[in-house]
């Protein structure tokens, strides 16, 4: 991966096809904010380290543009459990941190009062006695 510090605000970055996909508007975490060219409903979107094959007086991508849009497109897809697959890992970890705390304390709280009621419901009608 090549040097954060080489790409600069105002770069332009091409993909591997040779399409110009618009120029570097700045750091993100785990990468780099795209100023696109063509606006389109896909807007923006930050460029990941890992998409970066070298920097020279431009930023090369190691894919096409059509893979760079699917990309982009995969990054703001979110599977039912809230997890975003094809995100970075680096992006990723942030996410952790806003997650709710752990869903299994939940279930092994609600199967302890479930115990403790089929327990009690034994014990009043003599089926169980301490």
Known sequence: MPERTA???GMQVVTAD???LGTIDGESQGGFMLKRLATTADGGDTIPDLWID???DHVHLNRTGAEA???WKSLRFKTSSGERPGVPEAMRADRAAE???SPWLLWLVLALVAIAAIV????MTGRIAF
């Open 54 to 56: 070298r920097v020279d």
């Open 99 to 101: 997650r709710p705390g």
């Open 69 to 71: 849009v699917a990309g």
């Open 7 to 9: 790409i600069a605000r």
């Open 18 to 20: 040779g399409e110009l």
């Open 120 to 123: 009690a419901v034994l014990a």
